[in-house]
């Protein structure tokens, strides 16, 4: 019997292999995004809304994890997933070995620079002189769970690569309960404040992290020998090249929310709305459109080792099926968010706390002009992986780069001349459909050109 016939991803229908590993993976994707929104609600209803603008501003902290656990964990799991197709056990195992390696260097140092430069990171975020003392307590306790967290996130991807999707799910939402149970607890009870819900992070995450590192004896595909752990200079390029495209797109998000948040101070010192309002709504608005960015990036990671599986095994009528099947996904979800953001934002903002009128005028003005293109903005993160998955790491990361870096940043920084602080909310939409437009054509050719090799 081969390998195409053992492992389910070359033989089983696509819309069940999708249902199994793109359901738990958006489950464990979600949680990401749950641990920064139940500590938004908890925080607004105990602190207020400069609480609220605390977290926000010590977000980018937790994008820039995500972009390195992202970098180790999609590009190992995509060599993993790529090797197995081609029937090469060892180098997928010397691939697994080496990212879990790099996960943990890479957490690390993580830590102590985020610790040693934090004022001036804050600072630089954009936080105001009333928000700084709030978001440096947050940050510098969340900031120890960030290495647990790296190496979560990473093994998560070798986890579904193996093809458990349900045990990578288990190990996130297990943190992500913890983290909703211990919050009102620390931040109430206690009366911790803002620090109690940092801290209530901070365990969830070591939770997960220890649920993670057991899978390291349970792996089905791969079998490890000690050579496998050993840090090779080669392997670790590879690795890194196939999740740049990934961790790319999130570098991008951190520096858009830096730009974000100086220029919503900025110009919103020079509106009714001042400094403090605007930073608290733009991040109420971003971590609600995370939720669900959260399923678009589950679907994609849940398609990711049924494509580069079926790349490697040169089935690509599957790997256009699944994709396909993946974007319609993504647009009943879309569709989804598209009535609920412009037909009741003021109840979805309700939820973050109180505020005054000024507050929810502004915090639901921004969720309908930034997020009017939500029903496309999907597809740029699909297509982003689909490259990824297929060892075509360039082009994802061009996908990746084009909302955020090509257009978004320009944007956010040239149209606020000509429209004052209405210029960066109309950025998004425009950068979204910028990017959709660009997806399309270059997975048209893609798929045109597999079909042609077939």
């Known amino acids: 019997m081969n390998l195409m016939t053992e492992n389910p991803l070359g033989y089983e229908k696509i819309s069940k292999l999708l249902k199994d590993f793109a359901i738990p993976s958006i489950m464990a994707s979600l949680v990401g995004s749950i641990y920064n929104i139940v500590d938004q609600i908890f925080i607004g209803q105990g602190v207020g809304y400069l609480g609220n603008a605390a977290t926000n501003v010590a977000y980018p902290f937790s994008t820039i994890c995500l972009a390195i656990a992202l970098l180790v964990g999609i590009g190992s799991a995509s060599r993993v997933s790529l090797c197995l197709g081609r029937k090469e056990p060892k180098a997928a195992a010397k691939a697994a070995g080496n990212g879990i390696v790099l996960m943990g260097i890479f957490g690390i140092i993580y830590l102590l620079v985020g610790e040693a430069f934090l004022s001036l990171l804050l600072k630089a975020f954009g936080a105001t002189t009333d928000v700084f003392p709030y978001a440096k307590q947050y940050a510098s306790i969340t900031l120890i769970g960030m290495p647990f967290l790296i190496v979560t996130n990473g093994m998560s991807n070798l986890i579904r690569a193996d093809g458990k999707p349900k045990y990578s799910m288990v190990c996130m939402v297990m943190g992500a309960i913890i983290n909703t149970i211990l919050d009102p607890i620390f931040i109430f009870a206690c009366d911790w404040g803002i620090a109690g819900a940092a801290w209530a992070t901070v365990i969830g ?11 390291l004896w349970r792996f089905q595909t791969i079998h490890f020998e000690k050579e496998s752990f050993l840090l090779d200079i080669k392997e670790s390029m590879k690795i890194c090249s196939m999740g740049i495209s990934s961790s790319s797109n999130q570098i991008a998000v951190t520096v858009i929310q830096i730009i974000q948040y100086n220029s919503l101070t900025y110009y919103g010192a ?9 930073l608290a709504a733009c991040g109420i608005v971003m971590k609600t459109n995370a939720i669900i960015l959260a399923i678009v990036v589950g679907i ?4 990711q080792p049924i494509i580069g599986f079926n790349y490697g095994a040169r089935q690509y009528h599957r790997v256009r099926e699944a994709y396909l099947l993946a974007v319609k996904w993504n647009l009943v979800v879309s569709t989804i968010a598209f009535i609920a953001f412009q037909f009741f934002p003021q109840s979805i903002i309700s939820l973050f706390g109180d505020g005054n009128e000024l507050y929810f005028e502004f915090a639901v003005l921004f969720m309908r002009t930034y997020l009017f293109m939500v029903l496309v903005n999907g597809v740029q993160l699909l297509s982003s992986s689909f490259f990824t998955a297929i060892g075509k790491s360039l082009k994802g990361a061009l996908l990746a780069l084009t909302r955020q870096t090509f257009v978004l940043i320009p944007l956010t920084l040239l149209l606020p001349l000509r429209f004052g602080i209405m210029g960066v909310l109309l950025a998004g939409p425009v950068a979204d459909f910028s990017a959709f437009m660009l997806s399309v054509v270059l997975v048209g050719i893609e798929l045109k050109k597999q079909k042609n090799d077939m």
């Open 205 to 215: 995450q070591i939770f997960s992290f220890i649920l993670a590192l057991r899978y």
């Open 270 to 278: 020079l509106t009714k709305y001042g400094t403090d309002i605007p």
């Open 300 to 303: 994609s990671q849940g398609t």
